[in-house]
């Protein structure tokens, strides 16, 4: 019985000092942190996310200040280097084809304004 007892008494004693430890000794430090931060992965997931909401919304300058949160790179610099990755990593056709929808509209329109492309 005296064995039980020390057996939970050494269990609560490492919860409390796990938790004491984490909340007051060396507690999470939250920081602010850009989208521009983030590895390529999340960008090409970010990307995928913008065109999906530009194939409902069809508002490609909210779609390219969503996509500017991303850098300072132009708007189609950013789409293709997200397509880039997502060909090499294997997203399906239907998520490669909404970023190439993305891509081309955003290419034609800084065509029509007189910018060269990337």
Known sequence: ?????????????GLAIGLA??????PVKYVETSPHTLRIDYKADYVLMVAEAYQYEADLNLAAQRL???????????????????QKYGYNDADLARMQVLWSAL???????????P
């Open 107 to 117: 290419q034609s329109a800084s065509n029509s304004q007189g910018m060269a492309a």
């Open 21 to 26: 430890y984490g909340w007051f000794i060396s």
């Open 68 to 86: 500017a949160l991303l850098g300072n790179l132009p708007p189609t610099e950013i789409v293709a280097q997200a397509i880039q990755f997502a």
């Open 1 to 13: 019985m005296a064995r039980w007892i020390r057996f939970f008494f050494a269990i609560l004693m």
